[in-house]
């Protein structure tokens, strides 16, 4: 079946601008979280998503960074005025059931540039 | 407060040796602890995970990691090597809430 999608898979901002990163999960699956990964870094935990429900927003770098899953599936991370530390590659997973004794299954995630 | 620590940032293996990546935690309680593998264009993918019980789990791939308190440690490896093997790997742990911290990784690569 359909892993997690997400797009696009690459965005170049310029500082300053907004951009809108989506996440497509495994249909059916209940949570959904999103990391940022840095070049030569592990991915650092972002928000978690009980289906429509934002469970956990600590990783939220700042208050630039909002995310939504409206509706339980389909889930956006959006940055406003993008800096040149945002630039990484942003993951989402989704998996069945809540929390994290379900095994996550990542997207292959959104190289985002900010020049 | 928790953190994982992977000591290799990369390591060479030729193919059909045995492997093991280093991964040690600091937690107050044992954590949940993961490995997983990322290679290149695609997503992460979970190798093995353990919660409670026996020590040694075993994974896909023919990987185990052995889970070690006394020692803070959760190592993976990898009786005989493939070159398909070589990827990124991390390691990770969580305490029980929706946020699970990853190690910085490591790179393995694969001679012939």
């Known amino acids: 079946g359909a892993g997690v999608s997400q797009s696009p898979r690459y965005k170049v901002a310029k500082r300053g601008q907004d951009v809108a990163l989506r996440c497509d999960p495994i249909?059916?699956?209940?949570?959904l979280f999103w990391y940022q990964q840095a070049l030569g870094q592990g991915p650092e935990f972002l928000t978690y998503f009980q289906n429509e429900a934002q469970l956990d927003k600590s990783g939220l770098p700042s208050d630039r960074f909002f995310a939504e899953r409206p509706e339980g599936s389909v889930s956006t991370l959006k940055i406003q005025r993008t800096q040149q530390e945002d630039s990484a590659v942003y993951l989402c997973?989704?998996?069945?059931?809540?929390?994290?004794?379900?095994?996550?299954?990542f997207g292959p995630g959104t190289r985002l540039t900010v020049t | 407060a928790q953190s994982v620590t992977q000591p290799d940032i990369h390591i060479t293996v030729s193919e059909g040796a045995s492997l093991e990546l280093r991964c040690n935690y600091s937690?107050?309680?044992?954590?949940?602890l993961f490995w997983y593998v990322q290679s290149p264009g695609q997503g992460l993918q979970l190798l093995l995970k353990?919660?409670?019980?026996?020590?040694l789990v075993q994974g896909i791939k023919g990987f185990e990691a052995e889970f070690k308190r006394s020692q803070s440690s959760f190592n993976l490896r990898k009786p005989s090597v493939h070159w398909s093997d070589a990827a990124e790997y991390f390691c990770?742990?969580?305490?029980?809430?929706?946020?699970?911290?990853f190690g910085a990784g490591t790179r393995l690569f694969v001679k012939a």
């Open positions: 990770a742990v969580n305490g029980g809430g929706f946020k699970t911290i």
């Open positions: 997973a989704s998996s069945s059931g809540q929390g994290v004794l379900y095994e996550q299954y």
């Open positions: 937690y107050g309680a044992t954590p949940y």
């Open positions: 249909s059916g699956h209940v949570s």
């Open positions: 353990y919660f409670s019980g026996d020590t």
